[in-house]
């Protein structure tokens, strides 16, 4: 139990250009999600914390009009990278909350190139 | 204010023997405390958490963990380490009454064959 997908796995897209990662719960109903970015060898930076049928919160320094957030049902939290450029490149993971909320229950990751 | 300090950034291991990653921790409440493990261009798998239960947890693929409030500690061991245990390893403390992680560094595990 507790599976978390995202798609794509990779996207590698040009400078300008937006793009959409999914994030869904496969199991169980997420009532928030979460939005993490991980440069090379490093660990992860909370982006925004998604909660299902709101407005996300984010995290002082990120941009929410460059990293857009749509929590639309208890399954599914998309994240949509504006106008990207080379310095968005980097690893996107989301995670869901489970029902304590102490526990998050991770996605593989998305890793974004932009040329 | 709460942090984790995971000590080591690199450990490394041979095939067989036993692994000791640490990780201290500092918080106002009582935490939650969690180690995830990583491989390379993968998510977070969660191997064991600790919820004010029983202060040695155990977890998956044959690691656990002790939770020693008066150390402020929470390091990960295992008796016998695999190739396959080569990865990056987080330790994550949620303060009690919150639902946002604070993560370590991280340790990179290297087993030797």
């Known amino acids: 139990g507790a599976v978390v997908s995202q798609h794509p796995s990779w996207v590698i897209c040009k400078s300008g250009t937006s793009v959409k990662i999914e994030c869904r719960s496969l199991?169980?109903?997420?009532?928030?999600m979460f939005w993490y970015r991980q440069f090379p060898k490093q660990s992860l930076m909370l982006m925004a914390t998604?909660?299902?049928?709101?407005?996300?919160?984010?995290e002082q320094g990120v941009e929410k009009d460059k990293f857009l957030i749509n929590h639309a049902s208890l399954t599914l939290s998309t994240l949509t990278v504006t106008s990207a450029h080379p310095e968005d490149s980097s690893f996107y993971i989301c995670?869901?909350?489970?029902?304590?909320?102490?526990?998050?229950?991770f996605g593989p990751g998305t890793r974004l190139t932009v040329l | 204010a709460q942090s984790v300090t995971q000590l080591d950034s690199h450990v490394s291991v041979s095939e067989g023997t036993p692994v000791l990653l640490r990780c201290n921790y500092s918080?106002?409440?009582?935490?939650?405390l969690f180690w995830y493990v990583q491989h390379p261009n993968k998510g977070l798998q969660l191997l064991l958490k600790y919820t004010s239960a029983a202060t040695l947890v155990k977890g998956i693929n044959g690691f656990e963990a002790e939770f020693k409030k008066s150390e402020t500690s929470f390091h990960l061991t295992k008796p016998s380490a695999h190739m396959s245990d080569a990865a990056e390893y987080f330790c994550v403390v949620n303060p009690s009454g919150t639902y946002k992680y604070i993560f370590g560094t991280g340790t990179r595990l290297k087993v030797l064959a």
């Open positions: 199991d169980f109903q997420a009532t928030t």
């Open positions: 995670s869901a909350g489970g029902a304590s909320l102490d526990t998050q229950y």
């Open positions: 998604s909660n299902e049928g709101s407005k996300a919160t984010y």
């Open positions: 918080s106002s409440y009582s935490p939650s």
